[in-house]
């Protein structure tokens, strides 16, 4: 571990990860909640996923929307989360520049594609709700390859200038990431040479993803709330759509809120203490992936129902199985 300035011809090729420096003697404490919320984002996207896969009557665009989004969710907590936590048990903490600036691209491409899901559930739900006579002109299979397209143009293109300029850096002084993972930023500021250009990159990831996102989410929510509500007669309906929205809304803003700080809190010389930072580093990408599979699924009555189905078949092939063996037995 070099903390040491050192000459400006000097580049660290190995950087040291420090998260949670003020819990560095109950490092193996922390891996417990982690590997916990882990294996929890695994199996409930994990069953989301083989639930719409397995009910066919869910093979539509929404919840074609919803098993990528899981499955985006499990990548993005695996590019981080296994790395870490052999990091909190065995101290293996070291990692390469070129892995450094990998895991960056893999964490931040992953984050800017959920980004984009959460935008094209969004609209998928407005047309759905108001314009339903228009749905399957619009919501259709030319529409997906289309959203595709414009999601691996945007979040590559992006994604890999972002990593690109972190990665042209020297960095000749410190080679200790204060962060869990490859954070952007936390690499940059290790950097001995200006990081305006990295720093503009970041204000645009930003721009291009939150301030174009968020807004076309939030009037598509507000639209289908104003539908709805005029349209729902009882009180109930009323409430249950309100209640429905403003989760989703939530944990969007949640998403979004927290991962602009993280991602501003360098750029503009937020004073956030580093664990609080790396706390809130985790949260966007972990909370979402632990809630998602619960707002989309538990709470979707379709899904919900086509579980509930599943396990009716399972249990009656296993007691048909069982009733079988015993009348061989008895014979």
Same mark, same amino acid.
């Given at each position: 571990m070099l903390e040491a300035p050192l000459s400006r011809n000097f580049s660290h090729s190995t950087f040291v990860l420090r998260g949670f420096p003020s819990l560095?003697?109950?490092?193996?404490?922390? *891996? +417990?909640?982690?590997s916990t919320s882990y294996l929890l984002v695994l199996l409930g996207n994990s069953l989301l996923v083989y639930v719409i896969r397995s009910v066919e009557s869910l093979h539509s665009p929404m919840y074609l929307l919803i098993c990528t989004l899981c499955f985006v969710d499990m990548l993005v907590v695996t590019t981080i989360i296994p790395n870490m936590l052999l990091g909190f048990l065995f101290n293996w903490n070291e990692i390469s520049l070129v892995g450094c600036l990998t895991q960056?691209?893999? /964490?931040?491409?992953? =984050? =800017?594609?959920? =980004? /984009?899901?959460? +935008? *094209?559930?969004a609209l998928?739900?407005?047309? *759905?709700?108001c314009r339903?006579?228009?749905y399957n002109e619009i919501i259709n299979s030319s529409m997906l390859v289309r959203l595709v397209l414009f999601t691996l143009v945007r979040s590559v293109s992006i994604m890999a200038t972002l990593v690109g300029l972190a990665g042209s850096l020297q960095f000749c002084g410190s080679n200790v990431i204060q962060h869990c993972y490859c954070d952007h930023m936390a690499l940059v500021s290790l950097a001995c040479d200006s990081t305006s250009r990295s720093g503009a990159a970041g204000l645009a990831v930003i721009i291009c993803f939150v301030g174009l996102d968020i807004p076309i989410i939030f009037f598509s929510y507000m639209k289908i709330l104003s539908v709805v509500l005029r349209s729902a007669a009882a009180g109930e309906d009323r409430r249950k759509a309100f209640h429905t929205c403003s989760t989703h809304l939530i944990v969007m803003m949640c998403f979004y809120l927290v991962g602009s700080i993280t991602f501003l809190s360098h750029n503009l010389n937020i004073p956030i203490p580093t664990d609080i930072n790396n706390s809130m580093g985790l949260m966007y990408i972990l909370f979402p992936a632990t809630i998602n599979p619960i707002i989309y699924g538990v709470r979707t009555k379709e899904i919900r129902n086509g579980f509930l189905r599943i396990f009716k078949n399972r249990a009656k092939k296993i007691l048909t199985v069982k009733v079988s063996s015993a009348g061989k037995g008895k014979s």
């Open positions: 560095q003697k109950h490092r193996r404490l922390l *891996a +417990l909640p982690f960056m691209f893999f /964490t931040h491409f992953m =984050s =800017s594609v959920e =980004s /984009t899901l959460l +935008l *094209a559930m998928d739900r407005y047309v *759905a709700i339903p006579l228009r």
